[in-house]
């Protein structure tokens, strides 16, 4: 079950998996997922019917979004230059 749950999301949230993958620019590829998590935000406030349900929810996807950024950018930093995070550069 826990495998099945982790292949549905990757099927949609991760453009390495989903049909997102055959844009050959990473960087178009993260813009539409972030154009589409607005859109979403957008659409399940409008569901709930309240301008400060997305209000709350629209700043917290950015947040959420932001989180999600840094922690990538750090891990590839990481991996490509460790040497960043310590005092003694070479």
């Known amino acids: 079950m826990r495998e099945l749950i982790y292949k549905i999301w990757n099927s949609v ?8 993958r055959h844009i050959p620019d990473e960087s178009v590829r993260h813009l539409i997922m ?7 935000c957008i659409m399940f406030s ?6 400060t349900v ?3 929810t629209a700043v917290a ?3 959420i ?7 990538v950018s750090t ?12 005092k003694n550069k070479k």
């Open 54 to 56: 997305f209000g709350f």
């Open 75 to 86: 891990f590839e930093i990481a991996k490509r230059k460790p040497d960043i995070f310590t």
């Open 34 to 40: 972030q154009i589409l998590a607005w859109m979403w």
């Open 13 to 20: 949230m991760s453009a390495k998996h989903n049909p997102l």
């Open 61 to 63: 996807h950015a947040a």
């Open 65 to 71: 979004i932001a989180a999600i950024t840094i922690t």
């Open 46 to 51: 409008l569901w709930v019917g309240s301008i």
